[in-house]
């Protein structure tokens, strides 16, 4: 039997660094393959090679055993190759349907949009997915589940024969998740090909026949799901990291005492705060030391909260108290200078500035907080010892590249490191580890408890409900803009969960 | 999406009827002497002249959707209308061989911006502008300071199409906006234009050819901006090299005014052509209000950010909801 895909000896690098090395594996016609891999082990870039976007510097892509070069996308496209992208590639602009069909729109000669059967065919789909919108509706109305669901509609809009996602589940509920693991058995019941790339190794294995790992850049093993563990694949993930993981599993979870203990003043609290209308009467306190957990599902207005208590967004109602005195924030400004920071969830659009070199990412957050006006030579130093600190990135990275040259874990890690530069004495993150591999992840966790041992009240919005029942002291949660439940650091998923989702889940 | 655009042409011609029922009130004459601004012949003056830039800002409309921006027709106009000119006047051609060459003229401009964005990459404000810069200065050298007397040579009469001559060019508008208005909202291309505004990078991954479009576009825009060229020299009479100066910012602000925005994928062909309308009763009614002279081009600066600040605010209002 011929591979559907093949990818012989592939090199692709950018600049100086090596994305892929000689990498080489096939997947077989009519199964689910996973491609796992730390951030930064090459399963964008492999991905984008299969959908024409980039082309391999070395080495040859087989489709059906037929050596392929592709021109771009829209040679993918015609070949029966269908991509479900990580980021959300969606047309703010326009209507639901004209996002399903764009670049593939049904027409008639010369091009004549066949707008009603455009909508039909949408909203048979969409009802497959089980999507409650309206193919009128425009897609910047749509929550990001939505969007994200939308992407999948797209690439089931055409009839493809090899269908590659990209992370399609972070932004999706466990049951919207699970309604697309239908789907895809589905697909795979009637012959297409699933190439499926995630973090989530539980996805990988509920889906999956075969994993194959990637390490930097390199393959190192594809198995069957019959014969790996989960552990197997997270040691053939990080490899020689191996023992960092075993060094923090071995954590003993902080307790909410130990926290108050080391230091009794309060870093926040809120009373009665309200933002109409994403969230209402969210009273809550932070210690100093204390890391606390927040829960709640997409759409509950956690991301608000951590807005509005730094000034991005008006308080309708209610207050925040820092470190003892009644503060309303103006703006992100105001509030670092007083020691409230936000390490925002989307590190692309809120976190970094890709134009600058690390080293002005790092100095730029102290250097508005302290009030600094001129940028000295000492910055570069910080720089290069914030780099090695946190351990970002190899060893060849240095304060003057930009961050485009960083995977996302270590691009998440400048994030965190340049707030945490501030030296704050509230600590905010939002989702701190989306989209990071295993191995930035417990490093990241070691910076917050780090941080939170120091003295700094920590508040962790994560939809990552194991990370914030290891993380956290106290877990709070949300629901639909209300908190509804405290837990303390050693509940389980099932009793944070139940508090999240209600009875109605 | 549809209802949507929808409401916002609909704001666009509720202005236009706000401004002329102002018009009308303010200007109404005492004593039953006939009304200076109300009237049919001024109606077709005003669209006369406000087609001239109409046309070309159904380009613009375009350019704006699809993400970039077009500073060249100001210069086209004038090219276009030279060439024309020249050949008409001095050559003795045909007037419509003159037309044809002195569009050939216009597009050629197209394809050099198509080029320059296209296939180098260069951002479309630059681009446009060396364009810009060299459409200008050719006019300049062919006419070496003369200027060519259409009307003179124009048959005493002349009715195109068996149409009398000052209906010609609104009328153009209208059939062109309609033409266009149908590509942008009922064809593939047009839908992979608010694509390419709306999310660039989407487009290619769904595989929009992203070039062909961007680059259809500036030749369209160039094509309708060579037209407004034509059509200036038979309204105004002449070609001559300094015509049509800064009408590229008229033409944008009557995108930007119609609904276009500068951010890509939003705006329309008809609200391109309404703003220009809008402008055009400005222009005309404005130096009849005496003492308002000196303030016109003030007045006109005003309306433009008042008109695009409100559609904001309803925009982020409407988003609220």
């Known amino acids: 039997m011929t591979a559907a895909v093949a990818f012989e000896h592939i090199d692709k690098s950018f600049a100086a660094i090596a994305a892929l090395r000689d990498v080489s594996f096939a997947i077989d016609r009519g199964e689910s393959h996973a491609i796992v891999g730390e951030n930064g082990a090459g399963k964008s870039t492999l991905l984008k090679i299969l959908a024409g976007s980039l082309r391999p510097d070395r080495g040859e892509l087989r489709i059906e055993g037929e050596p392929a070069t592709l021109a771009g996308p829209r040679d993918a496209l015609a070949r029966g190759i269908g991509l479900v992208h990580q980021e959300m590639l969606a047309f703010p602009n326009l209507s639901v349907a004209a996002n399903i069909f764009a670049g593939r729109e049904l027409t008639r000669r010369f091009g004549l949009l066949r707008d009603r059967d455009m909508r039909d065919r949408s909203a048979a789909l969409l009802d497959r997915l089980r999507v409650r919108v309206a193919p009128d509706a425009r897609a910047d109305g749509l929550s990001l589940a939505h969007r994200q669901l939308l992407q999948v509609a797209r690439a089931l809009a055409f009839d493809c024969r090899i269908l590659a996602l990209d992370e399609p589940t972070t932004a999706l509920t466990a049951a919207e998740a699970e309604q697309l693991f239908g789907i895809l058995d589905g697909l795979k019941a009637g012959g297409v090909t699933i190439i499926y790339v995630s973090h989530r190794l539980a996805e990988v294995f509920r889906l999956c026949d075969r994993i194959t790992t990637l390490r930097d850049g390199r393959f190192v093993s594809t198995v069957a799901r019959a014969t790996a563990t989960s552990d197997d694949i997270v040691q053939a993930m990080v490899g020689r990291a191996l023992e960092t993981r075993r060094r923090t599993t071995t954590f003993v979870p902080r307790t909410a005492e130990e926290g108050r203990r080391s230091s009794p003043a309060a870093a926040l609290a809120t009373g009665r705060l309200s933002s109409a209308p994403c969230f209402r009467d969210v009273s809550l306190t932070v210690a100093a030391g204390e890391i606390v957990g927040l829960f709640g599902l997409v759409g509950s207005g956690r991301t608000e909260l951590l807005e509005t208590i730094v000034g991005l967004r008006n308080a309708t109602a209610g207050d925040v108290t820092v470190a003892n005195s009644r503060r309303r924030f103006r703006s992100p400004r105001e509030a670092a200078r007083s020691g409230v920071v936000l390490v925002p969830e989307d590190r692309q659009r809120q976190g970094l500035f890709f134009n600058l070199s690390l080293r002005h990412n790092l100095a730029i957050p102290a250097a508005e907080a302290e009030g600094r006006t001129l940028v000295g030579g000492a910055e570069r130093a910080h720089a290069a010892a914030m780099l090695r600190r946190w351990r970002i990135g190899a060893a060849a990275i240095e304060p003057s590249d930009t961050p485009d040259v960083l995977s996302g874990g270590n691009q998440q890690k400048v994030v965190a490191a340049k707030w945490i530069a501030t030296k704050p004495r509230l600590l905010l993150l939002d989702e701190p580890t989306k989209g990071v591999d295993v191995g930035a992840k417990y490093e990241i966790h070691g910076i917050i408890r780090g941080l939170a041992d120091e003295g700094a009240g920590c508040l962790v919005v994560s939809s990552d409900l194991p990370e914030l029942l290891t993380l956290a002291d106290r877990i709070l949660v949300m629901k639909e803009g209300a908190l509804c439940g405290e837990l303390p650091g050693d509940a389980t998923e099932e009793q944070v969960m139940r508090l999240a989702a209600g009875t109605a889940a | ?321």
């Open chain 2, 1 to 321: 999406m549809k209802a949507l655009r929808d409401v916002r042409e609909l704001s666009t011609l509720a202005l236009l009827a706000i401004e002329v029922a102002f018009f009308a009130w303010y200007l109404w004459p005492d004593g039953g002497r006939p009304h200076p601004f109300l009237n049919g012949a001024n109606a077709l003056l005003i669209l006369k002249y406000s087609s001239i830039y109409g046309i070309a800002a159904i380009g613009a409309a375009m350019v704006i959707i699809s993400g970039g921006i077009d500073l060249a027709p100001g210069a086209v106009i004038a090219l276009t209308g030279v060439v024309a000119g020249a050949l008409f006047v001095e050559s003795h051609w045909s007037l419509g061989a003159s037309a044809l060459a002195g569009i050939s003229a216009g597009l050629a401009c197209g394809l050099v911006s198509a080029a320059l964005i296209v296939g180098a990459r260069l951002p479309p404000f630059i681009a446009t502008l060396g364009v810009m810069g060299i459409a200008r200065g050719a006019a300049f050298i062919i006419t070496e300071g003369r200027y060519f007397d259409v009307s003179g040579q124009l048959p005493a009469g002349w009715r195109p199409l068996g149409l009398p001559l000052d209906w010609t060019s609104p009328l153009l508008m209208v059939a062109l906006a309609v033409v266009f208005h149908t590509l942008m909202m009922k064809f593939q291309w047009g839908r992979a234009v608010y694509a390419l505004g709306g999310n660039p990078i989407a487009a290619l991954y769904a595989g929009v050819r992203v070039d062909l479009v961007q680059a259809s576009v500036y030749l369209i825009a160039a094509l309708l901006a060579s037209l407004s060229g034509v059509a200036l020299a038979i309204v105004q009479g002449q070609g001559k090299a300094d015509l049509a100066m800064g009408y590229e910012l008229d033409v944008i602000a009557s995108a930007v005014v119609g609904g276009a925005s500068l951010a890509g994928g939003r705006g329309s062909v008809i609200g391109a052509v309404l703003g220009a309308l809008i402008f055009g009763v400005l222009r005309n009614a404005l130096p009849q209000i005496p003492g308002a002279t000196f303030y016109d081009r003030l007045i006109v600066g005003m309306v433009v950010i008042v008109i695009v600040v409100v559609d904001q605010v309803l925009q982020r209002r409407s988003a609220r909801l």
